[in-house]
């Protein structure tokens, strides 16, 4: 298992940008498929977007276009960079990993998770 540290959720108003970030260690990212879910008050944890091995990002149809993913191997870390934040983005945002993969959208995909960083879109 790899250990994940996720960092900059906050409170953000509608229209506005964070940048999240997943810190590991004890195994490379390069070598996993590294993927942010969210969970939303009261509905069920969802896949958000993923960024293979190999460099190639997926991404939920909710997102696309305005969330961007990204991976820096020396720092080890992965980035979820958001912007035009809707209320309805507010969510708990977590980080997951497993070893290479293929950008699996199930939770069961994967073997190491983040604590979760809070997100909330309100005005």
């Known amino acids: 298992q790899v250990q994940l540290v996720e960092s900059g959720g906050g409170l953000v108003q509608p229209g506005g940008s964070l940048r999240l970030s997943c810190a590991a260690s004890g195994r490379p990212l390069r070598t996993s498929t590294t993927t942010w879910f969210r969970q939303a008050p009261g509905k069920a944890r969802e896949f958000v977007s993923a960024?293979?091995?190999?460099?190639?990002?997926i991404y939920a149809d909710s997102v696309k276009d305005r969330f961007t993913i990204s991976r820096d191997n020396a720092k080890n870390t992965v980035y979820l960079q958001m912007n035009s934040l809707k209320p309805e983005d507010t969510a708990v945002y977590y980080c997951?990993?497993?070893?290479w993969g293929q950008g699996n959208r199930a939770e069961s995909g994967y073997d190491s998770w983040g604590q979760g960083t809070q997100v909330t879109v309100s005005s």
């Open positions: 960024i293979v091995w190999n460099g190639n990002s």
């Open positions: 997951a990993a497993t070893p």
